[in-house]
């Protein structure tokens, strides 16, 4: 089946360390994005990237990083610089900029 | 810079009511487009709707329908007889074409709906 695939569903962190979310899709999409979304509130873009081995960094990016080696791959590392990372973490993708975003079914992260 | 607004946090209606969730939106960008999606509690989003600027013509899909009126700037969703398994928090997005922030949505906070029996 087509879609984007994020994982892990769950993860838990001890402060100081540093976590990658991984993000999948098999849709042949060129452009990728990484969104966080807190209790009660709408989602904030962190990174995007429109193409392979570029991306730009979203309204938050002080604290995570990403990398983009591969059309369909774009890992999330969310270091241990990000004072608050316990949120729910959504990556999405569409066939280029400006046309529809789908989403993956998310990863929740929590440290502990 | 975009915003959208939903001002409605929490919506609660018994089965079967029609309910409209609100949407406003806030753009210097002639070309944008407005997307409606909805988040069940399993947490991935829902696609539901993508309009551009140029065309406000109003939409309807089986008991769903999207009003788009740029004079007020409202990107209104109506849910006709609605069902307990509309239950979820609806959001509204703006991306606009063009400059730095091509391509990126921008999310209002959120509209809860809980449809009760």
């Known amino acids: 089946d087509g879609g984007i695939t994020q994982s892990p569903k769950y993860l838990f962190r001890k402060e100081g360390q540093n976590v990658t979310l991984s993000c999948e899709q098999n849709l042949n999409h060129d452009a990728m994005y990484w969104y966080r979304q807190d209790p009660g509130q709408g989602l904030r873009l962190i990174y995007y990237?429109?193409?392979?081995?570029?991306?730009q960094k979203g309204d938050i990016a002080e604290g995570y990083s990403v990398s983009r080696e591969k059309k369909e791959s774009f890992p999330l590392t969310v270091t241990s610089a990000q004072k608050n990372p316990t949120a729910f973490y959504l990556c999405?993708?569409?066939?280029?900029?400006?046309?529809?975003?789908?989403f993956g079914e998310g990863s929740w992260l929590t440290v502990v | 810079a975009q915003k959208v607004t939903q001002a409605q946090t929490e919506i609660s209606v018994v089965e079967k009511e029609d309910v409209t969730l609100d949407c406003v939106y806030e753009?210097?960008?002639?070309?944008?487009?407005l997307f409606w999606y909805k988040q069940p509690p399993s947490g991935e989003l829902v696609f539901l709707i993508r309009?551009?600027?140029?065309?406000?013509q109003n939409e309807i899909s089986g008991r769903y329908s999207w009003n788009f009126q740029k004079s007020t700037s409202s990107f209104n969703f109506t849910i006709t007889a609605s069902q307990v398994v509309d239950s979820a928090v609806y959001f509204c997005a703006l991306s606009v074409a063009g400059g730095t922030s091509y391509g990126k949505l921008t999310f209002g906070q959120g509209t809860i709906l809980t449809v009760h029996p």
């Open positions: 999405a993708s569409s066939i280029a900029a400006g046309n529809t975003i789908y």
């Open positions: 309009r551009n600027s140029f065309d406000e």
């Open positions: 990237s429109q193409i392979v081995n570029d991306f």
């Open positions: 753009t210097r960008d002639t070309t944008y487009y």
